[in-house]
Every structure is written in C-alpha cells, then in structure tokens.
C-alpha cells in the first residue's frame, strides 16, 4: 500500500506539521490503533485537521502505525488524503493518471472520489473531467467501496441538473450499479435523492417506495428512506400529505420517514406547528428511532435559533431514554447552528457526563460542530482542553473517544472555508443538508465525510 501511494505523495511534500505530530503522539496508545472505530476515527480527524493545507507526511507517518488497513479504513485514507489537498491541483492532476493503475487499492480510490464529488459539485471546470471517470468506474463495477465513492461522486456532481430521471444517462448508470450486496445498495438508494434533491418526483417517490418494501437490508431501508426526505426537501405543502399518510402507519420505518420528510421541508422555517407534531409523537411512539430522529428535527426547523427551544432541550437533557438524549445532542447543536452559545455549550458538557456511551460520543461530536472551521478564541482554546483531558483519561471508552477524537479535529481544523459554492443550493441550505447526511452516521459510518458537502 505505502510504496504505491509514496511516488505521488513525494512530489508534493510539505514541512511537518509538528503541532499535529505532537498532538497525537500525546493522544494516543500503541493499543488504540487496532480498534476499529478508532483507526477509523483517527484517519478521518487527521484529513479535517489538515484540511487544505497540502501536508501529507505526518499523514503517511501516522498510517504506518495501522498493522492492517480494512476496506473502509482504506476508504477513509483516500477521503482525507484529497480533503488536505483538495485545492492543490498539481497534486489532483497525478491523480487523474494515479486512478488508472490497477494496482492502486480501489478503496482508496473510492475514498477520492467521494470526496470530489462533495468539494466539487456544480463546478463546472472540474465537472467535465471528473464525470467521465465516474461513469467509466460505474461501467466497469468491480470492487463495491469503489463504486460506492463513485456513485455517491457522480451522483453530487450532477444533483438538481436532471429534469427527467427516465431520460437521465447518469440516471440509468447508477440504477445499473445497483445489486444484491449492501454497499451497493445504499450508495445507489441515497444517490437518487442527492441527484433530484427537493424535485417531489412522483416516479421516484413510487420508485423508492416499492424498494422500501422490496429491501430486506436495514440499513438499505434506512438509506431508501433518507433519499425519499431529499426529494421533499423544502417542499412543506406536498410533506404535509404525505406525513399525515406516514406517521399513523404501524410500520416504524414509514413512521421515521415521515419524521425525516418533514424535518428536510420545513428546515430552518421555526414552525411552530411542526415542532408541537414532533414532540406529540415523542412523548406517544415506540419506536427510539422515531423518538431520536424526532428531537434532532426541533433543531433543524430552529436551526440557528437556540434561543427559542432552549428550554425544550434543557427538559430533555435529562429524559430516562438515552435515545433521546442522544437527538438533544445533535439538536442543541443545529439550533445554535453558526453562533456560539454558552447554554448550548455547557448543556453538551453535561451529556458529555451521560451514563450512556453513546450519548457522550454525540455530545463530543456536537461540541465540536459548534466550534467547526471558527475563528480562535478564548472559548474554542478552553473546548480544546476539554476535550484533550478527556480523551487522556484511560478509563474512556473507545465509543467516546471516536466522539473525542472526530469533536476536536472539528475544533482543531486549520482549512479555512472552502471557496467553491453549490450554483443551485445557499450556503445555510448546504450547511443544513451537510448536517443533516452527517448524522446519519449512526447506521451507516461513511456518511461522515458529508460535513464538509
């Protein structure tokens, strides 16, 4: 792997970054690399932190530490690899030959791919090379991470482009990719509703519905159900129909659908009514996914407007279900949205105190989020030594330390605000659905590099 991806990287060496060596080497044990969640974590954090700043070779270093790389490790290398170098187009241009050697890992691979499909969406300079290798990896399926990259790639790139998905060349590509194996599935099940975001397609609809039915994946199912949110998004008066059809169903996964199609139509409005639905179905369902996804939509319909449902929070801070304090975390976070917040802060500090492991990973997660890509201050210096005590306590579990770790590469991320901007979406739209694919982490891992969409 290493002497594959060294001829590449040499080119474009830059001094080290002895502020990140130092940081990690201090972090971390020898031990910490063989879990997975952490080695995960790790190569992700490392790219955020490192975030167009061309430095490879602390990167390189680090990796030399993994004794085995997994598919998806692999997956994330090649997406931190291209989040430090995204704008540096001497590096991308080696790349575009790089992609043609079959020896290459397809996982890393994959990764890239991924990550050019969020950096560059709807810019048309880099669109025209790009596409065409997303269709040529797509025609010629062979690995299933790689494909996955490409998919969702190909799928950001051309998303709201497409009129007619039944006259779409992209369109047919990706269906076509689409087979019996998990991967594939979810990345061909959430590109439909990247490419048609907020286009209320009734053929898509009727389309995503029967492989609802059809699927016998759960995390399928799931992805199915977030891209049917994509297309109402923004679209309230259609979501309202199909909510009140939705949320009555016996069927929990047609009752959280209705919950996500609602929360991506009335983002950002501060509808109160829609709030008032959600915490009646919060107080009367069963289901913890409906309850989890339930609190996390208050803070998208308030997003940026903390001060509004700050007491709704504050009372479910310290509700009996950790799935409901597991939403509060990521609520709190969205309705602070851009502003910095001392409640909101310290109400995450205190879930960072959760009985639950799981909770205090959201909540690490979430503290880091408020300080993402913001400029130093005295509150952002006095979160990272909070959570630099915390991740050197022995006795934290590996679940929060992925919390820790992702939370303070979010603070620590030296990139500055990436320059290139959605032609058909604002930036408070892209920051909303970023979100809102990030946290769907929970089920399904790779979504985490959506942050940066």
């Known amino acids: ?19 990140i060596k130092l940081l990690w080497k201090n972090f971390y044990q020898e031990k910490d690399f063989s879990d997975f969640l952490l080695k995960t974590s790790t190569v992700y954090a490392l790219g955020i932190i490192s975030k167009n ?10 990796l030399s530490k993994f004794d085995k790389i997994s598919g998806w490790v692999k997956f994330f290398v090649g997406n931190s690899l291209f989040m430090i170098n995204f704008r540096n187009w001497n590096y991308l241009k080696p790349f575009l030959n790089f992609f043609e050697n079959n020896l290459i890992s397809p996982q890393i691979k ?3 791919y991924f990550g050019i499909g969020i950096e560059f969406k709807n810019t048309y300079s880099f669109e025209k090379i790009f596409i065409k290798k997303f269709q040529s ?12 990259g490409a998919t969702l790639g190909l799928s950001l790139c051309v998303m709201k482009k497409i009129r007619d998905p039944k006259k779409s060349f992209s369109f047919g590509l990706i269906k076509s990719a689409l087979s019996s194996d998990l991967i594939s599935g979810i990345s061909v099940a959430l590109s439909i509703g990247l490419m048609f975001l907020g286009s209320f397609s009734i053929f898509l609809l009727k389309k995503l519905s029967t492989l609802i039915h059809e699927t016998e994946h759960e995390k399928i199912e799931k992805t199915l159900v977030i891209s049917m949110a994509l297309l109402f998004f923004k679209k309230k008066e259609q979501s309202e129909i199909i909510f009140n059809k939705f949320f009555r169903e016996k069927d929990p996964i047609l009752r959280y659908s209705s919950i996500l199609i609602q929360t991506l139509a009335f983002a950002g409005t501060e509808n109160f009514e829609i709030v008032r639905k959600f915490l009646k179905i919060l107080a009367n369902d069963s289901n913890n996914d409906v309850k989890k996804a339930s609190v996390i939509g208050i803070g998208f319909i308030f997003y940026s407007k903390f001060e509004i449902v700050k007491n709704i929070f504050k009372q479910l801070i310290g509700n009996y279900n950790p799935f409901i304090r597991y939403g509060v975390c990521f609520g709190i976070v969205l309705s602070i949205g851009e502003k910095k917040h001392k409640d909101g802060v310290e109400f995450l500090k205190k879930l960072t105190e959760d009985p639950v492991d799981f909770v205090r990973s959201a909540a690490f997660i979430s503290l880091g989020m408020i300080f993402f890509q913001q400029n130093d201050g005295y509150e952002k210096i006095k979160i990272k030594k909070f959570l630099k005590e915390k991740l050197k306590n022995k006795n934290t579990s590996n679940f929060s330390r992925f919390g820790i770790i992702i939370g303070y590469s979010f603070v620590e991320c030296l990139g500055k605000k990436k320059k290139f901007r959605n ?3 604002n930036y408070r739209e892209e920051k909303i659905l970023g979100s809102f694919l990030f946290i769907q982490h929970w089920s399904w891992l790779p979504f985490l590099p959506f942050i940066l969409l």
């Open 1 to 19: 792997f290493f002497f594959l991806v060294d001829p590449v990287l040499k080119k474009l060496e830059r001094p080290y970054l002895n502020k």
């Open 423 to 425: 032609k058909n979406i």
């Open 53 to 62: 700043t061309n430095h490879n070779s602390f990167f390189i270093e680090f």
């Open 110 to 112: 994959g990764g890239i």
């Open 137 to 148: 990896v797509l025609s010629n399926h062979k690995d299933s991470i790689l494909s996955y």
